[in-house]
């Protein structure tokens, strides 16, 4: 089985890496894009990042 080039990949053009970015415990997606900011600006030629905020639920507490 042979598998035809990409238009892309045909004409040289490597298309970019898409990156998810999670960002950790008391943060923010806005907040962890300016943390990174040296690596997003290094990597700006081959990557696309993508920042996204996770929702922050709390467990209600039983009454007592």
Known sequence: MTSS???ASAA???P???ILCLHGMHQC???FSQ???ALRKKLR???EFAFVDAPYE???EEEQ
Do not use: H, Y
Request: glycine share 14%; hydrophobic share 45%.
């Open 5 to 7: 080039p990409s238009p």
């Open 12 to 14: 040289g053009i490597t």
């Open 16 to 18: 970019p890496l898409k």
């Open 29 to 31: 997606g806005e907040i």
């Open 35 to 37: 943390r990174i900011g």
């Open 45 to 47: 030629k081959f990557a």
């Open 58 to 60: 709390m467990a209600l």
